[in-house]
């Protein structure tokens, strides 16, 4: 049973947590896995020292999960949005959404990227209200593998 969400202001003592759960979500995207974990946990850093900005999900006092994005000129780009397995399809995800829409996003669009043959993530933000908007391809030199978001 959910009592509580809540959202807070991710800070860069949390950059470790946040890129563990980036590992969890490449993993259930079905994303490559060529990032180490240390890799991750740099790349986070970076994201939140260059303009990205990070809120953790709690739910009863449990981290459930996070949301980390940018904004630009006439958007928000959602680039990561991940609630943990055991949290999944019980509201969580739908309630940070609708707190991130009512206190971070304010009447600004939100852009994002879901990945291709994820069709939970996509139901999920089609159920929001989100639509297709556009098609993004991608190709990579075999060497490179593909990009992970």
Do not use: C
Not at 83 to 104: C, D
Not at 130 to 146: D, I, K, R, Y
Request: net charge neutral.
């Amino acid at each position: 049973m959910i009592d509580a969400v809540r959202l807070r202001l991710a800070r860069s003592v949390d950059v470790p947590i946040l890129a563990s759960m980036n590992q969890e979500l490449i993993r259930a995207e079905g994303g490559p896995a060529h990032l180490t974990l240390g890799e991750l946990t740099k790349r986070m850093g970076s994201f939140l020292e260059y303009g990205y900005e990070a809120h953790l999900i709690e739910v009863n006092e449990d981290l459930a999960g996070y949301a980390l994005y940018r904004r630009d000129v006439d958007h928000v780009a959602v680039r990561q949005f991940y609630v943990a397995s055991r949290r999944r399809r019980t509201g969580v995800g739908r309630m940070a959404v609708e707190w991130l829409r009512e206190h971070a996003w304010q009447d600004t669009r939100v852009m994002l990227q879901v990945r291709t043959g994820n069709d939970a993530a996509l139901g999920f933000w089609r159920a929001l209200g989100f639509e297709g908007t556009a098609v993004n391809l991608e190709w990579s030199p075999p060497a490179v593998g593909s990009t992970v978001r």
